[in-house]
């Protein structure tokens, strides 16, 4: 069933479940969607173990923590890539079954036709709402920033302009120049490195972290993030 929604304000007066990897582009998503809709949960699909979250390799300690201090359920789920969309779409039937209407992605460049995140809430029958979707890079990070966010680099493509330097570094305005002047793109959507948010607006109290050892897997370097109890 097609449910047709702006997808820039799908989520305005509708019950909503929102994609949720801990980085920045999904909490800024989900906090303009709150402004709009009513959230009802996160969903965060883990790897085949369920030790780590697929997209940012979380552990789940860590994004039940995030969840907690923002106050909403978790819709997750292990699954390999293999069976990844059919485990997200029983995600979705469920959020849909509790009431659920949209759909929210953190997505800025997706295209207007051929959009999976599209699809997948059509087969769902729930419309898709992407509040930063065709926003400015640098503009949508900076409304991040000064909104009062904190976030954390924690994966770095060292092929792509990133140094393990960078890895522990928090998002600032300094740090988005910085960025900028090395030819990297200031919301990393050329996949040059990701972030895990743990403070901010959405939040009730800091989520408390502690780092690991850092990590190098090809042309990857991660810094492991441990809920600090």
Known sequence: MRVDIDWKYGARGRRFIASFSGGKDSILALYKAMQEGEAMGLIVMMEE????????????????????????????????????????????????????????????????HGCWHDKIAQNAGLGLGMPLWEMDHKEAVLEFIHLGFTTMVVTVNLSLGMQEDDLGRV???EYIEELETRGIDPCGEGGEFHTTVIDGPLFKYPVSVRQGEILRQGEYAFLPLELDS
């Open 49 to 112: 173990e369920g030790k780590r979250s697929r997209s940012h390799g979380l552990p789940p300690a860590l994004v039940q923590a995030q969840a907690d201090s923002i106050g909403l359920p978790i819709y997750t789920a292990a699954a390999s890539w293999t069976d990844y969309e059919k485990v997200f779409l029983q995600l979705l039937e469920q959020g849909k079954s509790q009431g659920a209407e949209v759909l929210v992605t953190g997505d800025l460049d997706m295209p207007a």
């Open 171 to 173: 998002l600032t305005d």
